[in-house]
């Protein structure tokens, strides 16, 4: 099980993460968030401070492509991940890998969805709440998600340490994220929780 730990907004955060064998952490380039990082030689410094085999991930919502670009320039970002409404072909423009990310709205076409993004790493599943592009802190019917999808899926939405496992049980994800679930404040991880999550998150695995 890969996870991942979202909402990074400093250095020490991200260290604690991946020493606790997070495969990936996200940064939120999103003003409205409060774990937007507004300061790109911050989001430089957290990205290089994970080590060689962490994926950086960096989050957006309907961003510009030029402020994109701008931050591709300085961040150092393995992976795209799309919150909006974002086009395949846009989502494909940076060439860069991305994920997308699909609400789970009670009408959703999952499968069309995946389709329709055909050059996507993986789809993230979040939590559908209305105004709210993500980092909702709630989770959605895990029995929603398929486990013969064409693409990886991401979990995501809601997870915590007392959660997770259970949540890996049901939807057999290839990989979970969390963000609110192992917060101390918003934008600022607890290094407990986080290290609790990787180790429930992974140890599902084993144990089946
Ligand atoms: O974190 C935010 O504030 C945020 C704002 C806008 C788009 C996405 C955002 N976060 C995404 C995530 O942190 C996760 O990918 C996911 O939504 C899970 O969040 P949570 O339910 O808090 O675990």
């Known amino acids: 099980m890969r996870v991942k730990i979202c909402g990074i907004t400093q250095e020490d955060d ?3 993460a991946a020493d606790a064998g997070a495969d990936a952490i996200g940064l939120v380039f999103y003003e409205p968030s409060p774990r937007h990082l507004c300061s790109l030689k911050l989001a430089r410094n957290i990205a290089l401070s994970v080590g060689p085999f962490v994926s950086v991930v960096g989050l957006f919502v309907n961003p510009e492509k030029q ?12 992976l795209l991940q799309f919150h909006g409404e974002e086009t395949p072909e846009f989502c494909e423009s940076f060439e860069r890998p991305y994920m997308k990310v699909v609400r789970m709205q009670q009408n959703i076409d999952l499968a069309t969805e995946i389709n329709r993004y055909a050059g996507a790493s993986g789809i993230l599943l979040d939590t559908y709440k209305k105004g709210v592009p993500g980092g909702t802190g709630e989770s959605f019917n895990w029995e929603r998600v398929p486990h013969n999808s064409a693409k990886p899926l991401v979990l995501a939405g809601g997870l915590s340490p007392s959660n997770v496992a259970q949540a890996v049980k049901i939807a057999q994800p290839s990989a979970v994220d969390v963000s609110g679930g192992v917060e101390a404040a918003p934008g600022i991880k607890d290094k407990h929780k986080v290290r609790a999550f990787i180790t429930s998150a992974k140890s599902e695995l084993i144990s089946d």
């Open 67 to 78: 402020y994109l670009e701008q931050i591709l320039k300085s961040v150092p970002l393995h």
């Open 14 to 16: 991200a260290r604690v």
